[in-house]
């Protein structure tokens, strides 16, 4: 099913929304929208993106048809920042719950996996006027039925369509995915939501190599903080936080 205006209109009302057939990147629209004054919780939505951004500077593939690419406009208090990613992984976990897929886990900090593969990624970026917090934009990239085959990532990102082994509406799935992220938007800051996020991870207890460009660690990926840092315990026993980075096993 195609996404349009009059079936998002339908089915999220009364949800403030912007829809592009095609835009550069759903955080760059957002980010104007935000600085003009869009309010808690508006949403912009792309059928198609041409600069997709990823987390480290990568790029996001959203092909015409296949996925949602959505950002969601935020205004929390600055200390509840770091769990608005948290949110974004956990709604997405709850979908693919909710499609009745197994073996669904959050690779720290934000991809969500299904079969060890990713089928999601979730980008937050905080919008700044000096030191006021204007509000943050919840960036969320899902693959619902794009074809990976022949490409680098065949081996490491699956479609929610071929994990599930049949279509899906992709209305249907905003329309939830929006539902559970407004209802953990009204938990921010709370122990809850954090615990929700810790017990989604797949990675605590394994050895782990963390990098983030400038340096690699491996070690035990021992625990995660309230902040989101995770814990590494390397083999001289020095536990690092590490606040950001891209994990492999091993
Ligand atoms: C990641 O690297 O895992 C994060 C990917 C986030 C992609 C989404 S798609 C909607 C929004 N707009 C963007 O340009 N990026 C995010």
């Known amino acids: 099913m195609t996404l349009t205006q009059e079936r998002l209109h339908t089915a999220l ?25 869009a309010p808690n919780g508006a949403v912009v939505i792309a059928d198609e993106q041409l600069k997709g951004r990823g987390r480290m500077g990568r790029t996001w593939y959203t092909p015409q048809g296949v996925a949602l690419a959505l950002s969601v406009i935020l ?14 992984a956990l709604a997405i976990a709850e979908l693919c ?8 886990g959050v690779k720290w900090p934000n991809d969500v996996q299904v079969n ?28 619902v039925r794009v074809d990976f085959s022949g490409t680098e990532l065949a081996e490491t990102a699956i479609s ?10 992709r209305v249907e799935l905003l329309s939830y995915l929006l539902g559970r992220i407004d209802d953990w938007t009204g938990r921010l800051g709370s122990y809850a939501l954090f615990a929700a996020w810790k ?33 590494i315990r390397t083999p001289d026993d020095v536990l690092h936080r590490v606040i950001a980075g891209d994990i492999v096993m091993g």
């Open 160 to 169: 929610l369509e071929s994990a599930l082994g049949e279509s899906l509406d």
């Open 97 to 104: 719950d909710q499609l009745g897929l197994s073996d669904i």
């Open 13 to 37: 009302a009364p949800l403030v929304f912007q829809f592009f057939t095609q835009a550069g990147s759903t955080n760059d629209l957002a980010i104007d929208w935000l600085k003009q004054g």
């Open 116 to 143: 060890r593969r990713k089928v999601s990624g979730v980008l937050p970026e905080v919008v700044w006027d000096g030191t006021h917090l204007t509000g943050v934009v919840l960036g969320i990239g899902i693959n």
């Open 75 to 88: 205004h929390p208090p600055d200390e509840e920042l770091p769990q608005v990613s948290m949110l974004g």
């Open 199 to 231: 017990a989604r991870l797949n990675m605590i207890g394994n050895l782990v190599t963390v990098s983030n460009g400038d340096y690699g660690i491996q070690g035990m990926a021992q625990d995660v903080d309230e902040q989101g840092a995770l814990l």
